[in-house]
């Protein structure tokens, strides 16, 4: 299942979001990968998020984020729920969980 969302609305796509502010996503083991896409320029913000597998909130996930360019600016591995802060410059943000399974979600919130 794919989900895209334009800049703070939701739209058809694939396992993508653009700009919400707030949301979850259910994964499959087919397309394990969430893709948080903005607008280049935007203000910084800071965003909490967190994968859930079985009941897990604090299932461990990948993490990227990349520039308008499309070069990789920042990542992290076997992260768990936590804040981050996307500065102006940060155009995507990729959210894989480790597990991989059916069933596992995303969710996203900016605080």
């Not at 800071?46 to 070069?71: C, D, H, K, L, W």
Request: glycine share 8%; proline share 4%; net charge positive.
């Amino acid at each position: 299942m794919s989900l895209g969302l334009v800049f703070g609305a939701v739209a058809p796509a694939q396992a993508a979001t653009s700009g919400a502010a707030n949301g979850s996503v259910t994964l499959s083991a087919s397309d394990p990968t969430l893709n948080l896409v903005y607008a280049n320029g935007h203000a910084a913000f800071n965003v909490e998020i967190f994968a859930t597998v079985v009941g897990n909130s604090n299932a461990p996930y990948s993490i990227r984020m990349y520039n308008v360019s499309g070069q990789q600016v920042w990542s992290a591995t076997n992260q768990t729920r936590r804040t981050y802060y996307v500065g102006s410059n940060v155009t995507k943000i990729t959210i894989t969980p480790n597990a991989r399974t059916n069933g596992e979600s995303v969710q996203w919130a900016r605080r």
